[in-house]
């Protein structure tokens, strides 16, 4: 039996189907309890998904089945849900777009545990309106995580940028820098790579920049190489397909200042309570967009003094 109904969710009506499928056999989270929880947060997760394809990470037969990352857009998926097409190698293909709280609930309904959105929007598909580190350390290492979180946000406020950060749902964070579109996506990678080296250059122990695990010898990884054409991050308030079903949850600094601080603390069974207790750390995040013009000459200053540094304690 498919347990088909009808809902409603804000001015659309469409069937969902097995809401007692059990997609996290561990904690008893059913598909309807999924759906439930992108109708809660949808308000708060619109801003930061609208406008921006969006590739569908689902799990038919729950999070200890066949994984699908799912980038076209089905056939059979409804006219109102809205769509772009978007160029690849070889060709295009056409995406959805999180546009409404009713797109989130029925990708849901589709077992679509987490939908992954472009760093760019639709309008002006190459020019990224953020910067993100990816901060993975080695390990179950999320106390490590927070410490370089802190860091870089001491460096980014040196260059004078804003600095947003979220848990991943994982074992680490993303610092997110908002910016306002006025560079495309190599100038973009090419920066964040200049400040990962200058924070690996003050902590060259702890930190690196090597994709390979087996070249990290035990460090942690700043990944920057999401700042490119057609990749993609969860978004804020997105659950992930792991024991828990934990929250890709937007955080306050001051959060990430406490040591006891673990990503384990927001998950589809507590996120609620931090809902309802904390205002929205990532209010004004388009708004706080900024150039990388100026923070360009300020970081190309750092790497001057850093050398020249380097040279005098050589001699």
Known sequence: MSERQPIRVGRRTFEVSNLHKVLFPDDGITKGDLIEH?????????????????????????????????????????????????????????????????????????????????????????????????????????????????????????????SFVKTTGGKGLHVVVPLDRSAGFDEVRTFARDVADVLIERDPDNLTRAPRKERRGGRLFLDVMRNAYAQTAAPPYAVRARPGAPIATPLDWTEVEDRSLRPSRFTMSTIGGKLERDDDPWRGFRRRGRSLRSARARLDRMHREGSAERKRVAR
């Open 38 to 162: 992108y109708e809660r947060v949808a308000e708060l997760m619109l801003p930061h998904v609208k406008q921006r394809p969006a590739a569908m990470e689902r799990y038919p037969d729950g999070i200890r089945g066949p994984r699908i990352f799912h980038k076209d857009v089905p056939d059979y998926f409804p006219d109102w849900i809205e769509r772009v097409r978007v160029r690849k190698a070889g060709g295009s293909l056409q995406q959805v777009v999180c546009s409404e709280a009713a797109t989130l609930a029925y990708l849901a309904n589709q077992a679509c545990i987490t939908p992954h959105v472009f760093l760019s929007r639709v309008d002006r598909i190459d020019e990224p309106d953020q910067m993100i580190f990816d901060l993975d350390p080695p390990g179950e290492g999320f106390d490590d995580a927070r410490k370089v979180a802190l860091s870089l946000r001491g460096l980014l406020d040196e260059l004078a940028l804003p």
